[in-house]
């Protein structure tokens, strides 16, 4: 029997030439037609795609009738994202959970349906019997994301509704999914961990009364231990990748798929599948591997000139991977400065005493007030430049002992949450949009309401 092709061999490149000269489109059409290409226009600012109630984001305000850039804001169903981690941290409490309820339901919910929720969450964080074996161990990928989507879609076989998009059968799924996206992402990368690298292979239960935060690190390590800092500190950072507004690459492929009547395993697939491509979810990989690259090239970290010469270097395309940028550095929205970013550097630097790492935080904290200053020197930019959240989560991931394969399913643990509140809001919304034009046309027997199918 044939095995499935992996190679590139000179018929492919020759057919690769003749799809590439019949697809070129001149770039000035894009401008002649306002044909914006992807959710930003030529100057960076968000193409308005949609409408959602679920989180904002705030980078500029009217001065004189003009719009002027601003310290970047975060609100989740209208709470500043700053003031929620604040009181999580006021109060030394864990908040994933409580701001799942919060993007889910549009309130906070008060202790006893805190409770119930944290215990429904429990209580499905589990799944079905042998699918550990039967589909996490089985061809276990190098890349964890794709085994997580896999793993996603696998679920549909077992759900006895996986079509009913209802909007209560879609909550379950979307809750299961919350639930036990920590557990798909672990034990991914043990499968991967153990079949491919060959190391040892430890599957842990999670613990009912443990945070999602608290099972994540439990699950992960070979000895089940972790000090309580580190949990909270996870904790934040997953906090603060849980949503950015509807007008993201993966949550707008949320709601597009989610437009379609499709299932939910599908629609989150989807929105897997862009969450892992490096402009989007795997930018803190690439952080972390500038700065071990910024490690060896630079023989004194402290010297502010070594630095500075390393940093141009990067943006003449002489250092690390010659693509000109320097990682972490900039965001499409945010120029002042980023909120998540800001509140998760509040952190770093106790975890960096804890873990004996402030030489890496010093150095981080020079980069971060000095790339700026560089960028602005050698590039005309339209907007100001500041540290986004990608720069310090991936220090942060790495002080955890978390492998760089789990850095971009993290950001998947946190973000399913963003994505079934805007799967919620598109299903709810669709409907109240097709059911007065649906039964303009169709016999009052014929018209099925979404949430009755």
């Given at each position: 029997m044939a095995g499935f092709n992996t190679k590139v061999t000179p018929?492919?490149?020759r057919l690769t030439q003749e799809c590439k000269d019949h697809s070129s489109i001149d770039l000035s059409l894009y401008g002649k037609y306002?044909?914006?290409?992807?959710?930003?226009?030529i100057n960076g600012k968000g193409v308005l795609a949609g409408l959602t109630q679920v989180s904002n984001v705030r980078a500029v305000k009217v001065v004189d009738g003009k719009e002027v850039p601003c310290a970047g804001s975060l609100y989740y169903r209208g709470y500043n994202?700053?003031?929620?981690?604040?009181?999580?941290v006021k109060d030394n409490r864990f908040g994933f959970e409580e701001t799942t309820y919060l993007l889910l339901y549009g309130k906070l919910p008060d202790?006893?349906?805190?409770?119930?929720?944290?215990?429904?969450?429990?209580?499905?964080?589990?799944?079905?019997?042998n699918f550990v074996r039967d589909v996490i161990m089985k061809a276990p990928g190098r890349d964890i994301m794709n085994a997580l989507s896999r793993s996603v879609l696998t679920l549909y076989s077992y759900d006895n509704n996986p079509d009913d998009i209802s909007l209560p059968n879609v909550m379950r799924q979307c809750l299961?999914?919350?639930?036990?996206?920590p557990l798909l992402s672990v034990y991914g990368y043990q499968a991967y961990n153990h079949y491919v690298r060959g190391k040892s292979l430890y599957i842990h239960n999670p613990k009912k009364n443990l945070s999602t935060a608290e099972n994540i690190l439990r699950m992960l390590r070979p000895d089940k231990k972790y000090t309580d800092l580190e949990a909270k500190i996870l904790d934040l950072a997953l906090i603060l990748h849980m949503e950015h507004g509807g007008g993201n690459n993966s949550t707008f492929t949320t709601h597009v798929v989610s437009s379609s009547g499709t299932d939910t395993y599908s629609a989150i697939a989807a929105a897997l599948g862009s969450l892992k491509g490096p402009k989007h979810g795997g930018a803190n990989i690439k952080v972390i591997q500038m700065f071990q690259d910024m490690k060896k090239e630079v023989h004194n970290w402290e010297d502010e000139d070594e630095v500075r010469n390393y940093l141009k270097r990067l943006l003449h395309k002489e250092a690390f991977d010659k693509r000109g940028l320097i990682y972490g550095m900039g965001h499409a929205i945010y120029?002042?400065?980023d909120p998540r970013a800001e509140v998760l550097k509040g952190f770093v630097e106790s975890l960096a005493k804890e873990k004996g790492r402030m030489k890496d935080y010093r150095l981080y904290s020079m980069v971060e007030?000095?790339?700026?200053?560089?960028?602005a020197e050698e590039r005309r930019i339209y907007k100001g430049v500041s540290a986004n959240v990608d720069f310090y989560s991936g220090f942060v991931y790495s002080m955890l002992d978390l492998p760089h394969e789990l850095y971009t399913p993290?950001?998947?643990?946190?973000?399913?949450?963003?994505?079934?509140?805007?799967?919620?809001?598109?299903l709810i919304n669709t409907d109240k949009i097709i059911r007065p034009a649906y039964k303009n046309v169709l016999p009052e027997a014929s018209y099925v309401p979404l949430d009755e199918r």
């Amino acid at each position: 029997m044939a095995g499935f092709n992996t190679k590139v061999t000179p018929e492919i490149e020759r057919l690769t030439q003749e799809c590439k000269d019949h697809s070129s489109i001149d770039l000035s059409l894009y401008g002649k037609y306002d044909v914006k290409r992807g959710l930003r226009d030529i100057n960076g600012k968000g193409v308005l795609a949609g409408l959602t109630q679920v989180s904002n984001v705030r980078a500029v305000k009217v001065v004189d009738g003009k719009e002027v850039p601003c310290a970047g804001s975060l609100y989740y169903r209208g709470y500043n994202i700053k003031d929620l981690t604040a009181g999580f941290v006021k109060d030394n409490r864990f908040g994933f959970e409580e701001t799942t309820y919060l993007l889910l339901y549009g309130k906070l919910p008060d202790r006893k349906e805190l409770e119930d929720f944290q215990n429904l969450l429990a209580n499905q964080r589990s799944l079905p019997t042998n699918f550990v074996r039967d589909v996490i161990m089985k061809a276990p990928g190098r890349d964890i994301m794709n085994a997580l989507s896999r793993s996603v879609l696998t679920l549909y076989s077992y759900d006895n509704n996986p079509d009913d998009i209802s909007l209560p059968n879609v909550m379950r799924q979307c809750l299961n999914l919350i639930s036990v996206f920590p557990l798909l992402s672990v034990y991914g990368y043990q499968a991967y961990n153990h079949y491919v690298r060959g190391k040892s292979l430890y599957i842990h239960n999670p613990k009912k009364n443990l945070s999602t935060a608290e099972n994540i690190l439990r699950m992960l390590r070979p000895d089940k231990k972790y000090t309580d800092l580190e949990a909270k500190i996870l904790d934040l950072a997953l906090i603060l990748h849980m949503e950015h507004g509807g007008g993201n690459n993966s949550t707008f492929t949320t709601h597009v798929v989610s437009s379609s009547g499709t299932d939910t395993y599908s629609a989150i697939a989807a929105a897997l599948g862009s969450l892992k491509g490096p402009k989007h979810g795997g930018a803190n990989i690439k952080v972390i591997q500038m700065f071990q690259d910024m490690k060896k090239e630079v023989h004194n970290w402290e010297d502010e000139d070594e630095v500075r010469n390393y940093l141009k270097r990067l943006l003449h395309k002489e250092a690390f991977d010659k693509r000109g940028l320097i990682y972490g550095m900039g965001h499409a929205i945010y120029s002042v400065s980023d909120p998540r970013a800001e509140v998760l550097k509040g952190f770093v630097e106790s975890l960096a005493k804890e873990k004996g790492r402030m030489k890496d935080y010093r150095l981080y904290s020079m980069v971060e007030w000095m790339a700026p200053e560089v960028i602005a020197e050698e590039r005309r930019i339209y907007k100001g430049v500041s540290a986004n959240v990608d720069f310090y989560s991936g220090f942060v991931y790495s002080m955890l002992d978390l492998p760089h394969e789990l850095y971009t399913p993290m950001f998947a643990v946190a973000r399913i949450v963003g994505w079934s509140a805007h799967r919620m809001e598109e299903l709810i919304n669709t409907d109240k949009i097709i059911r007065p034009a649906y039964k303009n046309v169709l016999p009052e027997a014929s018209y099925v309401p979404l949430d009755e199918r």
